[in-house]
């Protein structure tokens, strides 16, 4: 017994270290690749970058930038959640629905990412509305095919049991649907919602939408000023570890108290 708690001590602490532990050897093979290279342009070396990184905070359009991305990720994300809800829940109720929308789900599902953000681009003049629309194109499909599965996952004993009894919607929703679709439902939204930051600013990107992350790393790439560029992408891997984290806490909290 005595072994077994101080092997649960031991993978405690190495949850902690290993990421670390990652993230210095990946730091050490890029210095090394910095080193070989040796052109600041190419490769800038490590403390190049923070020194961009850091001195994004005391420029105006950083906050400009931020609030800008960050709004039209959790617009697309917003629009994604609500709609793949809804036709998940209609799905279920109206059996033949999910037959008819399945063609376009999974056309969506397998066009080429490339594709739906230029088409999307051609199509709408308005690049903030661009941004937002490939994002959901991309992640609404995703997020309604978990939902459906998680909706699927019920188990259909308790559903019949509920039936037989009379149970009405509201409760069975609430003491039935509800805690048993937490977990997959969480599983779909976490793995979407990092995804849709990243759809955004590539949309950005090639939209030059204004007030964005992607916009400055566009011009940091025109200007071939690498370390800006890489300094703007830490920026963006923070904003989705932080969402993820925020996620993640949240599924933590409602699957607990389900």
């Known amino acids: 017994m005595k072994a077994g708690m101080n092997r649960k001590k031991v993978y405690r602490i190495l949850d902690v270290v290993l990421p670390f532990v990652t993230l210095a050897i990946v730091a050490i093979a890029y210095t090394v690749a910095s080193k070989i290279v040796n052109i600041e342009m190419i490769a800038p070396s490590i403390p190049a970058v923070c020194r ?23 617009a697309a994300y917003a629009i994604s959640i609500v709609f793949a809800a809804l036709s998940a829940t209609l799905t279920k109720v109206v ?95 976490r793995s979407t919602a990092g995804l849709n930051l990243k759809l955004v600013i ?31 992408t830490v920026v963006a891997v923070v904003l989705g570890a932080v969402i993820e984290g925020i996620v993640a806490l949240i599924e933590k909290k409602a699957v607990r108290g389900r």
């Open 52 to 74: 961009e990184f850091f001195d994004l905070f005391g420029k105006p359009g950083f906050y400009m930038a931020l609030v800008g991305t960050l709004s039209r990720a959790a």
């Open 95 to 189: 059996r033949p629905l999910k037959n008819a929308l399945y063609p376009i789900v999974l056309l969506i599902r397998v066009l080429p990412t490339m594709s739906i953000i230029l088409l999307v681009l051609i199509w709408f003049d308005d690049s903030n509305v661009s941004a937002v629309i490939v994002a959901f194109c991309i992640v609404f499909p995703m997020l309604y095919t978990s939902f459906c599965d998680a909706a699927d996952g019920v188990d259909k004993d308790l559903v019949e049991m509920s039936d037989i009894y009379g149970v009405d919607a509201k409760t069975r929703m609430a003491k039935l649907y509800i805690p048993q679709m937490l977990p997959s439902v969480f599983t779909g939204i």
């Open 202 to 232: 590539a949309a950005e990107v090639l939209a030059q939408t204004p007030k964005s992350i992607g916009l400055n790393m566009q011009l940091a790439n025109v200007s071939l000023d690498t370390a800006q560029l890489l300094a703007w």
